[in-house]
Nanobody
Framework: QVQLVESGGGSVQAGGSLRVSCAVY????????MGWFRQAPGKEREGVAA???????SYADAVKGRFTISQDNAKNTLYLQMDSLKSEDTAMYYC???????????????????WGQGRQVAVSS
């Protein structure tokens, strides 16, 4: 059974940094598309960043240049480093995984099979 267990996040002032992590258990496929999504109160969930098994990354325009997605295959862990945080980044952050490679548009259109429980990120101005 595949499980995604998130950690990190928390509260910070605008301009600060936070990191969320996602440990992946039980995933045995040779390739995966991993992603981070977020949902603010009263808003729809939106894709933040994605990374392919070969390390290719993609980002939502709202976070380009500020957020970095990465993965440590030895630790089966996905990361999202968030710098220069803004109040509008406040949301619940979720990691997600799906079989196969990532493709353009995945952050908007793809159905990700597995999801973490979410971690709160709060940025005060």
């Amino acid at each position: 059974q595949v499980q995604l267990v998130e950690s990190g996040g928390g509260s910070v002032q605008a301009g600060g940094s936070l990191r969320v992590s996602c440990a992946v258990y039980g995933y045995t496929h040779s390739s995966a598309c991993m992603g981070w999504f977020r949902q603010a109160p009263g808003k729809e969930r939106e894709g933040v960043a994605a990374i392919d098994s070969d390390g290719t990354t993609s980002y939502a325009d709202a976070v380009k240049g500020r957020f970095t997605i990465s993965q440590d295959n030895a630790k089966n862990t996905l990361y999202l480093q968030m710098d220069s945080l803004k109040s509008e980044d406040t949301a619940m952050y979720y990691c997600a995984a799906d079989y196969g490679s990532c493709f353009p548009g995945d952050l908007v259109r793809r159905y990700f099979r597995y999801w973490g429980q979410g971690r709160q990120v709060a940025v005060s101005s």
